[in-house]
């Protein structure tokens, strides 16, 4: 399968003036040759004529890519075709009939890992880069492409190899004359590699939480105003705002960028008792969609009438007081907001007041919510963990390491070094991912 030569057009789909097809496999050079003639010098665009069976397919600027040196590490051919669909239907029908495929999702970035040219955590980075939304994403992908994130997990596979090197040692030479601090400065780093590995894992999920994007529930009882705030932030109409309580049912989601991280806003049914059947599943939603939430905006209103069925006048808490609350947060917190400052109440303390109606408070509100976003996301120092994958492995090499620490024999005390090895491994691939490689290349996209 490897030695097979792939195509796939790498720009955007759709009409568009320019459209690059690659190509890559050891065949590329001669599949070039034939639509382009004689291979340009390497890395210089020419513009070429492209044929195939006596038929002109298109002029083009190609780029001839020699492995080992190219994305991919085998050689490579770039065409930069007209974008049109009959050209690269053209193109790419003459490539089949020269004995080329299209690429699978994620191919070439695969054959960039299996040839070493760049480790899994960086392959991931190349997915996360082609998705990355905002500018706090593509700061986050571009600096785990660049191996800032690998370098660190390299090194800690690094210091455990020297760990497990010595124990293998006084395994094998129990009577020589082995440094005899060896045994105690072992122990020393591999209490450090754990805490360092323990900082890493419990850092809030920020790189997890910016790759995947927040979610910020809106909640509150019936007719405070939910919608009309969803719909501000928003900057359209996203939810159905009318005077009768109780008139969002279903959870409405929709994407805002706060402080350059992507939050999904979650509009929710007001929070009552209730007889109708529709309206209390919609309660139960929100509850559920509250308690998943990284941030709960909790709404109350100048006009919440006394005595609704079923409801009691809220006393605003302070943000942080969220324990025991009935809809509780137990991931990011809970901010506070008195809406219809219009009609004239007081403000609570620890409130922000806002008006959904004049826009009064609104700048006050979406600061705060902009404070949040990059407090659930920002993390100074070292890259963060921002994949779940990554964090699993992780735990399992932790485990393995408090287990070796534990070990009574070292022989025992080898093993469980091993093992912590290879979770790390994983990581980066340096170890046994062959059966994760399709879970993690199927979900690029074509052309990368
Ligand atoms: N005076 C005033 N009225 C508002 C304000 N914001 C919303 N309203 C009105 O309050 C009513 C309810 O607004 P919604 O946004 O539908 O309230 P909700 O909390 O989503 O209500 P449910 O979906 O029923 O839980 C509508 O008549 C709005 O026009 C405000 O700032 N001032
Ligand atoms: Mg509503």
């Keep these: 399968m490897r030695d097979d030569t792939i195509f796939a057009v790498a720009s955007g789909a759709g009409r568009a003036a320019v459209a690059v097809l690659r190509v890559s496999g050891a065949d590329s050079g001669r599949q070039l040759t034939a639509l382009a003639g004689p291979l340009p010098p390497a890395r210089r665009a020419s513009v070429r004529r492209l044929r195939h069976a006596a038929m002109e397919l298109d002029r083009a600027l190609v780029l001839w890519l020699p492995g080992p040196g190219s994305y991919t590490g085998e050689d490579c051919a770039e065409l930069h075709l007209h974008g049109g669909r009959a050209v690269l239907e053209g193109v790419a029908e003459a490539l089949v009939a020269l004995g080329a495929r299209p690429a699978e999702p994620g191919e070439f970035t695969r054959r960039a890992f299996l040839n070493g040219r760049m480790d899994l955590v960086a392959a991931e980075a190349v997915a996360d880069l082609v998705e990355a939304e905002t500018s706090a994403q ?50 020393a780093d591999m209490a450090a590699l754990r805490r360092e590995i323990a900082a890493h894992l419990d850092d809030g999920r920020r790189g997890e939480r910016l790759r995947e994007g927040l979610v910020f529930a809106m909640t509150g009882p019936p007719n405070v105003g939910k919608s009309s705030l969803v ?34 806003l979650v509009d929710t049914a007001g929070l009552r008792e209730t007889e109708d059947a529709v309206e209390a599943e919609g309660v139960r939603r929100a509850r559920v969609r509250a308690a998943d939430a990284d941030l709960v905006v909790e709404v109350a209103s100048a006009d919440f009438p006394a005595s609704w069925p079923g409801v009691s006048r809220p006393s605003l808490p302070p943000a942080a007081a969220t324990d025991g609350r009935d809809t509780p947060s137990h991931n990011g917190g809970t901010v506070a907001v008195f809406n219809k400052i219009d009609l004239g109440a007081d403000v609570p303390a620890g409130a922000i007041g806002v008006s959904a109606r004049t826009g009064a408070g609104l700048d006050a509100l979406r600061d705060r919510l902009v404070a949040a976003a990059r407090a659930l996301t920002e993390r100074a120092g070292p890259p963060p963990l921002t994949r779940a994958r990554h964090r699993a492995a992780l735990q399992e090499t932790e485990s393995h390491l408090a287990r070796a620490t534990d070990a009574d024999l ?39």
Excluded: H
């Excluded at 800690?156 to 293998?168: F, G, P």
């Excluded at 932030?233 to 706060?258: H, Q, S």
């Design 138 to 187: 593509l700061a986050q992908a571009l600096r785990q492409m660049d191996g800032a994130l690998g370098a660190i997990y390299r090194d800690w596979a690094e210091r455990l190899r020297v760990l497990l090197a010595e124990q293998e040692a006084l395994i094998d030479f129990p009577d020589e004359d082995l440094p005899a601090d060896m045994a105690a400065r072992g122990d």
């Design 231 to 264: 719909n501000a932030l928003a900057e359209r109409e996203v939810a159905i705002v009318a005077a009768t309580p109780g008139t969002t049912r279903d959870a409405l989601e929709t994407r805002v960028v706060l402080g350059g991280v992507p939050v999904t």
């Design 410 to 448: 070292p022989e025992l005390m080898a093993e469980d070094l091993r093992l912590a090895l290879r979770a790390l491994g994983r990581i980066t691939g340096q170890v046994g991912v062959e059966d994760l490689l399709d879970t993690i290349f199927s979900r690029f996209c074509i052309g990368k």
